[in-house]
């Protein structure tokens, strides 16, 4: 169900003003950045934006390092495993 305090996310989203994510309860926070037809240049884009997102609306009690490891998987695929220290100098 729509969230009237939330707003129109689907104009938002149309706007390139939202970027969707969640954490779960035990930390690890769920990045959908794009899809199966999506180009190589719009995924990285889209991934590198929620990267930023996550890092700039981290929060402020949180002390020492924030991200300890990154995956990237599909549905129903094995993950891979990626370097954080090239993500993060991205």
């Known amino acids: ?3 009237p305090k939330a707003g129109n996310a689907i104009e938002e989203f149309k706007k390139g003003n939202v970027v969707l994510y969640r954490a779960d309860k035990t930390g690890i926070v769920h990045l ?3 899809k199966a037809n999506f180009t190589e240049e719009d995924l990285i884009t889209n991934f590198i934006a929620g ?3 996550v890092q700039a609306n981290k929060p402020p009690d949180v002390k020492g390092v924030y991200w300890k490891n990154s995956h990237v998987c599909s ?3 094995p993950s891979i495993r990626l370097n954080l220290r090239k993500m993060l100098k991205f």
């Open 32 to 34: 959908p950045f794009g």
């Open 51 to 53: 990267v930023k997102s």
């Open 75 to 77: 549905s129903m695929v």
């Open 1 to 3: 169900m729509p969230n």
